[in-house]
């Protein structure tokens, strides 16, 4: 059970850290837009509402497991599953984070863009 309450806690921490940073790169750049902000705020809901299915997925297909005796099975499909979404997730909002570094300071928009460039490449590639 605590491994669910740590993903769900790095995904909203990770979401909480998205926004400030939205918040500091609208700041910097003088852009503030409600429409943006409403619509990022929904998305980190369902990015929440979407690791906790995840994990319940998870509880699931283990008691689903048990009852039809395939308990390595279930174990092992309910963990792909779960950690599979939280790895995306934790990926997209790295990502983002970086992307409003980079716009709210110029200094580090160089590194930013590069380490982006690859990370949308190796995105890209497993998208196929």
Wanted: net charge neutral; glycine share 10%; charged share 20%.
């Amino acid at each position: 059970m605590m491994q669910y309450i740590i993903m769900i806690t790095i995904v909203l921490g990770l979401a909480l850290a998205d926004i400030v940073t939205g918040w500091i790169k609208a700041h910097v750049n003088d852009d503030y837009s409600s429409k943006v902000m409403r619509k990022g705020g929904l998305n980190k809901i369902c990015e929440l509402v979407v690791m906790t299915t995840a994990c319940g997925l998870e509880v699931g297909i283990g008691y689903l497991g048990r009852y039809y005796r395939a308990e390595a099975l279930a174990g092992v499909t309910g963990t792909v599953a779960a950690i599979a979404v939280f790895g995306y997730i934790t990926i997209m909002e790295i990502i983002s984070i970086l992307e409003n570094y980079g716009e709210a300071d110029p200094n580090a928009a160089g590194w930013i863009k590069k380490l982006l460039k690859k990370l949308r490449s190796f995105d890209d590639e497993n998208k196929t």
